[in-house]
T-cell receptor
C-alpha cells in the first residue's frame, strides 16, 4: 500500500513569490491535513480537508490556502512568500479507524530567500 | 481542549542505557495518544498509539509507553538505546473525539545516543 506522497521534496523561492505544494494521501483515505514545521514553532496545524471541503483551519494568515480534489489529492498554496515561511510542510492522511491516527508524508522543504 | 507537554527538549543517553521520554497530556475527553518519531529531513513515523485498550502499549523498534490516567502521563520508554534511535520524538493527542480531525503535538524531544 503506497504511503502519503508529497511533491516537490525541496524547493527554493524568493520573497513575494507564491508556491504550490501537492499531496497524495493513502488510497482510500479521504481526509488530508497539512502541518508547518519550523525549529522555533514546532509542528503547527494549517488545515484539514475532507471530501473537497475544508473542515478545520489553524491560526495562519489568508496567504495560506488549500484545496482538495475529488480523488482526495490536496494542494496547498502560499502567496506573497515571506522569509518566515521557510519550513518543512507536512501532509498527512487520516486513518479510517476513528482514532485520529495520521500517516505523514516526507514533507516539502521550502526555503524562502 | 487537548494539549501535550513534553519535558526536556533534549535527552542524551548512552548506547545500551534506558530511554525515557516524558509526555503529559491535557484532554477534556478520554484521549487517544500517540508517539511519533522523526528522522532528519523526513516526515513523522508512528511509533505507537493508545486508544483506550491496554494501558501498556508496545510499538515498533522496541519502544513502549504506559498510559497513566492518574498522572495524565504517557511516557515513552525503551530498555536499551541503540545508535539508530537518535531522532526527534513527538507526543501527540488526538482532537478527533472533540470534533477536530487534527493532532495536537508537543514541542518534541531530541534524543542523542552516545556510543
Amino acid at each position: 500500500k503506497a504511503g502519503v506522497t508529497q511533491t516537490p521534496r525541496y524547493l527554493i523561492k524568493t520573497r513575494g513569490q507564491q508556491v504550490t505544494l501537492s499531496c497524495s494521501p493513502i488510497s482510500g483515505h479521504r481526509s488530508v491535513s497539512w502541518y508547518q514545521q519550523t525549529p522555533g514553532q514546532g509542528l503547527q496545524f494549517l488545515f484539514e480537508y475532507f471530501s473537497e471541503t475544508q473542515r478545520n483551519k489553524g491560526n495562519f494568515p489568508g496567504r495560506f490556502s488549500g484545496r482538495q480534489f475529488s480523488n482526495s489529492r490536496s494542494e496547498m498554496n502560499v502567496s506573497t512568500l515571506e522569509l518566515g515561511d521557510s519550513a518543512l510542510y507536512l501532509c498527512a492522511s487520516l486513518t479510517s479507524d476513528n482514532t485520529g491516527e495520521l500517516f505523514f508524508g516526507e514533507g516539502s522543504r521550502l526555503t524562502v530567500l | 481542549a487537548q494539549s501535550v507537554t513534553q519535558l526536556g527538549s533534549h535527552v542524551s543517553v548512552s548506547e545500551g542505557a534506558l530511554v525515557l521520554l516524558r509526555c503529559n497530556y491535557s484532554s477534556s475527553v478520554p484521549p487517544y495518544l500517540f508517539w511519533y518519531v522523526q528522522y532528519p529531513n523526513q516526515g513523522l513515523q508512528l511509533l505507537l498509539k493508545y486508544t483506550s485498550a491496554a494501558t501498556l502499549v508496545k510499538g515498533i523498534n522496541g519502544f513502549e509507553a504506559e498510559f497513566k490516567k492518574s498522572e495524565t502521563s504517557f511516557h515513552l520508554t525503551k530498555p536499551s538505546a541503540h545508535m539508530s534511535d537518535a531522532a526527534e520524538y513527538f507526543c501527540a493527542v488526538s482532537g478527533l473525539l472533540a470534533g477536530a480531525n487534527n493532532l495536537f503535538f508537543g514541542t518534541g524531544t531530541r534524543l542523542t545516543v552516545i556510543p
